[in-house]
């Protein structure tokens, strides 16, 4: 029988890791369904990706708006039928590291929105097209600051990070990833996290002008351990990983 079109969702994929996370995939010829709220951006990076030789898609997805969310999955369905890996990178750090007590519940909302609810409501709608496929993945991105186990570890150097609604919102992504794990494994369907690791993006509002502090992965590094997972033949699967191994959640 002949093997599947990779099909690849990316929400988020217009720029940071989403976008070398594409770009990577591309190359192994996966089609590129580059989610991005923003369609100028979204546009750029699917003609960036189509310039490098690969095949890619701009799909209008804001995460946090439902009617986007079914207009994608109807798209994907209507023009392939299926869809094979989805990449949950879209995602926010709004809180600015403020501590607990004074962290207005307005902005952990609005990290929440994004990066849980956001999540949850792409993944339901995608996991109809993604039984559809002859194989299937989830990979979501979480992050070292979501652990619990590191945030209650004293000897952990993110016993001092304060960010709740950014560390709270990526303790419920693995939380997403546990129980989709466990609902899709008799479908065949891996569902993993990963942390990408301190990457010099635009993220939690740095400025990209900027040169990396020391310590900061470029974003093609960044996208290693997505990739990996992405291209990796049997996926375990309720994982949560980054490139030096397993992480505690
Ligand atoms: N960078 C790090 O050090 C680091 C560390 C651990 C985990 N992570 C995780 O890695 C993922 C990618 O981060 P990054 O570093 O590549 O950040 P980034 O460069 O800021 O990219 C974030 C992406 O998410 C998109 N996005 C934000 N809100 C959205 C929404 N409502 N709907 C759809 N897309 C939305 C952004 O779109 P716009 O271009 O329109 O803003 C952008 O494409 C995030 O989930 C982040 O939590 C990053």
């Known amino acids: ?3 599947q079109k990779t099909i690849t969702l990316i929400t988020g994929a217009d720029k940071g890791i989403g976008f070398e996370t594409a770009k990577a995939l591309a ?3 996966h089609t590129i369904l580059v989610g991005a709220r923003n369609a100028a951006k979204g546009i750029k990076a699917a ?7 690969g095949e890619a898609e701009f799909i209008q997805l804001d995460v946090t708006k439902q009617d986007q969310i079914d207009a994608a999955a109807a798209q994907i369905k209507a023009e392939y039928g299926y869809l094979s890996i989805l990449i949950n990178n879209a995602g926010v750090a709004l809180d600015h590291h403020q501590s607990a007590s004074t962290m207005p519940v307005a902005v952990m909302r609005q990290d929440f ?3 849980f609810f956001g999540l949850v ?8 097209l993604l039984k559809a496929a002859d194989s299937a993945r989830i990979i979501n991105l979480a992050s070292n600051m979501g652990s619990l186990g590191l945030a209650s570890d004293p000897n952990s150097r993110f016993y001092k990070v304060n960010s709740l609604g ?3 919102s990526k303790a419920a992504v693995n939380f997403a990833t546990i129980s989709f794990a466990k609902e899709l494994a008799p479908d065949g369907i891996t569902v993993n996290s990963v942390n990408p690791g301190w990457t010099a993006t635009g993220f939690g509002g740095r400025d990209e002008s900027q040169p990396a502090i020391p310590g900061m992965q470029t974003p093609a590094e960044g996208a290693t351990q997505v990739i990996n997972l992405a291209l990796t033949d049997s996926p375990a699967t309720g994982t949560f990983t980054e490139t030096e191994g397993t992480l505690p959640w």
């Open 113 to 115: 929105d994004v990066n």
């Open 27 to 29: 190359k192994a010829d």
């Open 47 to 53: 003609d960036a990706i189509m310039a490098l030789g």
């Open 121 to 128: 409501a792409v993944t339901q709608a995608m996991i109809p």
């Open 166 to 168: 950014y560390q709270a």
């Open 1 to 3: 029988m002949e093997k």
